[in-house]
C-alpha cells in the first residue's frame, strides 16, 4: 500500500474540480426540486389563486353570472352591502359562531381528552364513537336533528309540548335560531376536537407527568402546568382553523333554516349564497366572499405571528 | 419499440375521439335516433316511475327520430344555470318560469321558439297569458308546464267538526280560523322549512287579493311604485294574518308542505294556504287506503279587497320550458316539448300525480268525472281556473313573473311579520331593487289583468 501526495496547482486550487461539481449538482438538484413542485404550484395556481383573484375582479363588476359579459361598478357592491342590515346581522352572526366555538367544543374536547387519558383500553372505542358526527354528511346530520330534535311533531319539542310545557321551537324563535344551529354544528364537531387534543396530549412526555405527580401535583394541576403547555402548538392551529371555518359558515345554517327566519340566523355564506343563486347578483355575491376571506386572512396572520414569535422564544 | 408507441398513441388518440364524441352527445343513440336530453327536479320515486312512462316511453314511441332521456336530479335550478352559463346543458331546458327564461334571454342562453310556435300552432293551444309571458320582445323563448294558483286547501272533516261551511269571505274564513284556534288547533297549517321562497307565496297572495291584479301589473309595468299604498296595505294586511297566527301560529318555520298534509289530514287544521301544486303532496296523507279522499278540497282565496273580481286566481306557473341554445338538437327538443303541451300528457300525469302537470291550454275537456282520487278535485280546480282566467281574474305569483333579484326581495316579507323591518323600508328595498332590474330588462311580459 502506497500514499501518493501531489502539491493542487494555482488554478485547480481557485476553481476546483470538486466545486464545479458541487454547483452543477446544485443547480441540477434545484431544477430537479422546481419540477417536483411545478405540479402543486400549478394546481394551487390554477385551483387558487386564478378563482381568488376572478372572485377580486367580479367583486368590482355587475356580473350576474349567466354569462362572460359584465360592467365595472367600482365600489357599489360594497357600499350597497354596507348599507343592508342584514349584512351586519350575518357579521354579527358569524362573530357569535367564532365565540360559541372557540369555547364550548373547546372545553367540551379537552375536557374529553384529559378523560380519556385515562382510559387506555377503551379510549379508541370512545374516540370511534365521538368521530361519528364528524364523519357523517352534514346533511343526514341536518336531518336528524330537524326530525328528532327541533320537530314539533314527533321530535323531543313535540314530545314536551304534548305534555304542556309550552316549548317553542327553537329554529323558529328570532333570539334562539343561531344558537339552535349552531349548537347542531358544535354537537358534529366537538368529537374531532376531543380525539385532536386526545393525539396531541399523548406526546407530551411521561416524565414530565410522573414528576408532577412525584411533586404533588393534582389531576388539574398536571393539565393546566404540564399538557396545556405541550398542547399549546395544537390548541393555537385548532383555534385559527375554528376562526377560519367559522367566517365560512354555511351547511348546516343552510340546511336548518337557510339563515332564516327574518335572517336572524343569516351568516355570511347564506348571505352571499342568496344573492349568487337567487337573485343572480355574483358581483355582491363575491364581494361579500371576500369580506369572509379578510377574516380568514386576518386569523392566519396572526396565527403566523404567533407561531413566529414562538420560535424566536 | 417504435411501433408499439405509435400503436398506442393511435390507440389512445381513438379512445380520445370516443370519450370526446359521447361527452358531445352528438352521436346517435341505440337504434340511430338522437339523443334529447331533459334533467328534471328530484321527484320522489313513484312520479319519476310516471314521468318515465308518460313522458319518456310515450315520446319515443311516438316518433323514431329523437330518444328523450330524462334526468332527475335534486339541485336542478343550480345545475341548469351553472351549465347554461358555461353554454353546455340539455336540450330541454327545465326552467322556474318566464323571469327566469328572461334573464337567460338578455344573455342568449335559450333559443328562439317562435319557428316552432308557428310549426306546432303553440301560440293557438295555449292560454294568451301563459303564451305572453313566455316573450320577449315578440319572440317565444319558454312555455309553461303546468298552471298554478295560491289557494287554500281544506279539510270538510274539520269544518264539519267545528260546525263551520267552506268559507267564501275572508271574514268567513277568518271566524272559522279563530274557532279551529279556540278549539286548540291551527288555525291553518304551512310553512316555510327548507324553502325560504315558500314566503313568496303569501307575499304573491294578499297581493293578488288585498291590492290587486292590475296594481301589480302597473308594479311590474314602471307605472306604479311598489310602495303605492294598495301594496303597502297588502303587505299590512298579510303581517296582521301572520301575527294572528293564521299562517300556522309559531311553526311557520318548522314546517314544510309535506308536513302541512300530514297536519291536515289529521285534523289538526281546517285549512292550508298555499300553491294547488300542493296536491302532490297531499296523495300521501289523503287517499283511499285512509279513507279521506274526499275530505280534501280546494278553493280559491276570498279576496280581501271586496271590490275586486271574484273568485281572482293568483296566476303562476310550476316551471317552465326552453330550448337551450346551445342544443344541437333544437328540432327534437321542439318534438319534447310539443308532446307536452297536449291534453293527452297532460291527463295521462294528472291520472296519478295531480298538482303538477295542469298543461295551460286554451281547451281543456277533460272531465273531473273522468279521473279519481285527489285528481278529481286537481282538476276541477284548473278549470275553474282557466275560466277564472280567460276572464282576466288575477293577480301574479312572484316566482313566475317577478324577476329574480325581486322575488328573492320578497322573501323577506317574514322580517315584516316578524316586526324586524316596516312594511315602508320593506317595499322601498323592492322598489330599489326591482328599477336596476326592470333597467337591465330582466321584467318579463306579464298579461294584463282585467
Given at each position: 500500500?502506497?500514499?501518493?501526495?501531489?502539491?493542487?496547482?494555482?488554478?485547480?486550487?481557485?476553481?476546483?474540480?470538486?466545486?464545479?461539481?458541487?454547483?452543477?449538482?446544485?443547480?441540477?438538484?434545484?431544477?430537479?426540486?422546481?419540477?417536483?413542485?411545478?405540479?402543486?404550484?400549478?394546481?394551487?395556481?390554477?385551483?387558487?389563486?386564478?378563482?381568488?383573484?376572478?372572485?377580486?375582479?367580479?367583486?368590482?363588476?355587475?356580473?350576474?353570472?349567466?354569462?362572460?359579459?359584465?360592467?365595472?361598478?367600482?365600489?357599489?357592491?360594497?357600499?350597497?352591502?354596507?348599507?343592508?342590515?342584514?349584512?351586519?346581522?350575518?357579521?354579527?352572526?358569524?362573530?357569535?359562531?367564532?365565540?360559541?366555538?372557540?369555547?364550548?367544543?373547546?372545553?367540551?374536547?379537552?375536557?374529553?381528552?384529559?378523560?380519556?387519558?385515562?382510559?387506555?383500553?377503551?379510549?379508541?372505542?370512545?374516540?370511534?364513537?365521538?368521530?361519528?358526527?364528524?364523519?357523517?354528511?352534514?346533511?343526514?346530520?341536518?336531518?336528524?336533528?330537524?326530525?328528532?330534535?327541533?320537530?314539533?311533531?314527533?321530535?323531543?319539542?313535540?314530545?314536551?309540548?304534548?305534555?304542556?310545557?309550552?316549548?317553542?321551537?327553537?329554529?323558529?324563535?328570532?333570539?334562539?335560531?343561531?344558537?339552535?344551529?349552531?349548537?347542531?354544528?358544535?354537537?358534529?364537531?366537538?368529537?374531532?376536537?376531543?380525539?385532536?387534543?386526545?393525539?396531541?396530549?399523548?406526546?407530551?412526555?411521561?416524565?414530565?407527568?410522573?414528576?408532577?405527580?412525584?411533586?404533588?401535583?393534582?389531576?388539574?394541576?398536571?393539565?393546566?402546568?404540564?399538557?396545556?403547555?405541550?398542547?399549546?402548538?395544537?390548541?393555537?392551529?385548532?383555534?385559527?382553523?375554528?376562526?377560519?371555518?367559522?367566517?365560512?359558515?354555511?351547511?348546516?345554517?343552510?340546511?336548518?333554516?337557510?339563515?332564516?327566519?327574518?335572517?336572524?340566523?343569516?351568516?355570511?355564506?347564506t348571505y352571499a349564497y342568496a344573492f349568487a343563486f337567487s337573485s343572480f347578483q355574483f358581483g355582491k355575491a363575491a364581494a361579500v366572499g371576500l369580506i369572509m376571506s379578510f377574516f380568514g386572512l386576518v386569523a392566519s396572520f396572526i396565527y403566523t405571528w404567533l407561531s413566529r414569535r414562538d420560535l424566536t422564544k | 419499440m417504435r411501433i408499439f408507441k405509435n400503436k398506442a398513441l393511435a390507440a389512445g388518440a381513438v379512445a380520445a375521439a370516443l370519450l370526446l364524441s359521447a361527452c358531445g352527445g352528438q352521436t346517435p343513440s341505440a337504434g340511430g335516433k338522437q339523443q334529447i336530453e331533459m334533467w328534471f327536479w328530484g321527484a320522489p320515486p313513484a312520479h319519476q316511475k310516471e314521468m318515465q312512462q308518460v313522458l319518456v316511453d310515450g315520446f319515443n314511441k311516438s316518433q323514431d327520430k329523437y330518444q328523450l332521456k330524462v334526468t332527475f336530479d335534486n339541485a336542478v335550478d343550480k345545475n341548469i344555470d351553472v351549465a347554461l352559463a358555461a353554454n353546455r346543458g340539455p336540450d330541454v331546458v327545465y326552467g322556474s318560469g318566464p323571469a327566469f327564461a328572461a334573464a337567460y334571454v338578455a344573455k342568449g342562453k335559450l333559443a328562439d321558439m317562435t319557428p316552432y310556435s308557428d310549426k306546432y300552432d303553440w301560440k293557438d293551444r295555449i292560454l294568451d297569458p301563459m303564451y305572453e309571458s313566455g316573450t320577449v320582445d315578440g319572440k317565444l323563448y319558454s312555455l309553461p308546464n303546468s298552471l298554478n294558483n295560491i289557494g287554500v286547501f281544506y279539510n270538510k272533516a274539520v269544518l264539519d267538526k267545528l260546525g263551520v261551511g267552506i268559507p267564501t269571505t275572508t271574514a268567513e274564513l277568518n271566524a272559522a280560523m279563530d274557532k279551529a284556534q279556540a278549539a286548540g288547533l291551527y288555525a291553518s297549517v304551512t310553512g316555510n322549512k327548507g324553502w325560504k321562497p315558500v314566503n313568496e307565496n303569501y307575499a304573491s297572495l294578499f297581493l293578488t287579493h288585498a291590492a290587486g291584479g292590475k296594481t301589480v301589473y302597473d308594479a311590474l309595468q314602471g307605472t306604479t311604485s311598489w310602495t303605492d299604498p294598495k301594496i303597502a296595505a297588502a303587505i299590512d294586511a298579510s303581517k296582521d294574518f301572520y301575527q294572528k297566527g293564521y299562517l300556522a301560529g309559531k311553526d311557520y318555520s318548522n314546517l314544510n308542505f309535506v308536513e302541512s298534509m300530514q297536519l291536515l289530514s289529521q285534523g289538526k287544521a281546517p285549512f292550508m294556504f298555499g300553491p294547488s301544486l300542493a296536491f302532490q303532496f297531499a296523495t300521501d296523507s289523503f287517499n283511499d287506503k285512509n279513507g279521506n279522499t274526499n275530505d280534501l278540497g280546494f278553493m280559491p282565496f276570498p279576496n280581501i279587497d271586496e271590490s275586486l273580481a271574484s273568485p281572482n286566481f293568483t296566476l303562476g306557473s310550476t316551471a317552465s320550458l326552453s330550448i337551450n341554445n346551445a342544443s344541437k338538437n333544437k328540432d327534437g327538443a321542439a318534438a319534447v316539448i310539443d308532446f307536452m303541451m297536449t291534453e293527452s300528457f297532460s291527463t295521462d300525469m294528472t291520472k296519478t300525480w295531480p298538482g303538477y302537470w295542469a298543461v295551460p291550454l286554451k281547451k281543456f275537456d277533460a272531465a273531473p268525472d273522468e279521473f279519481t282520487g285527489l285528481s278529481k278535485p286537481y282538476v276541477q280546480a284548473m278549470k275553474d281556473m282557466i275560466a277564472g282566467v280567460n276572464e282576466g281574474h288575477y293577480g301574479f305569483f312572484a316566482g313566475t313573473f317577478f324577476p329574480p333579484a325581486t322575488a328573492t326581495a320578497f322573501d323577506d316579507i317574514d322580517s315584516v311579520w316578524l316586526g324586524k323591518t316596516s312594511t315602508t323600508d320593506f317595499l322601498k328595498t323592492v322598489d330599489k331593487t326591482f328599477a336596476e332590474e326592470k333597467a337591465k330588462g330582466l321584467v318579463p311580459p306579464v298579461p294584463e289583468p282585467k
Open positions: 500500500m502506497t500514499l501518493s501526495l501531489k502539491t493542487p496547482s494555482a488554478a485547480a486550487l481557485q476553481n476546483p474540480p470538486g466545486a464545479r461539481s458541487r454547483k452543477s449538482f446544485h443547480q441540477r438538484r434545484t431544477i430537479i426540486n422546481y419540477l417536483l413542485l411545478a405540479p402543486a404550484l400549478l394546481l394551487s395556481v390554477v385551483v387558487v389563486v386564478v378563482p381568488g383573484v376572478l372572485t377580486a375582479v367580479a367583486s368590482f363588476t355587475d356580473w350576474d353570472g349567466l354569462g362572460f359579459s359584465a360592467n365595472f361598478v367600482g365600489m357599489s357592491n360594497f357600499t350597497d352591502i354596507f348599507a343592508d342590515p342584514t349584512f351586519f346581522t350575518a357579521l354579527g352572526n358569524n362573530i357569535k359562531w367564532v365565540l360559541l366555538f372557540l369555547t364550548i367544543p373547546v372545553a367540551l374536547g379537552l375536557l374529553t381528552a384529559s378523560l380519556l387519558l385515562r382510559r387506555k383500553r377503551t379510549r379508541t372505542l370512545y374516540q370511534v364513537i365521538y368521530l361519528m358526527p364528524y364523519v357523517l354528511a352534514p346533511v343526514v346530520n341536518a336531518m336528524v336533528w330537524l326530525s328528532i330534535i327541533y320537530n314539533p311533531h314527533g321530535g323531543v319539542v313535540g314530545y314536551l309540548r304534548d305534555r304542556g310545557i309550552g316549548i317553542e321551537p327553537p329554529l323558529a324563535n328570532l333570539d334562539m335560531s343561531i344558537f339552535a344551529v349552531a349548537g347542531v354544528d358544535m354537537w358534529h364537531y366537538w368529537g374531532f376536537l376531543t380525539v385532536i387534543y386526545l393525539g396531541a396530549m399523548r406526546q407530551t412526555p411521561i416524565e414530565q407527568v410522573e414528576a408532577a405527580m412525584v411533586e404533588g401535583a393534582n389531576a388539574f394541576q398536571i393539565f393546566r402546568h404540564v399538557y396545556l403547555p405541550n398542547i399549546r402548538a395544537t390548541l393555537l392551529l385548532m383555534g385559527v382553523m375554528i376562526v377560519i371555518f367559522s367566517f365560512l359558515a354555511f351547511d348546516y345554517v343552510y340546511l336548518l333554516t337557510q339563515g332564516g327566519p327574518a335572517h336572524s340566523s343569516e351568516v355570511m355564506g | -
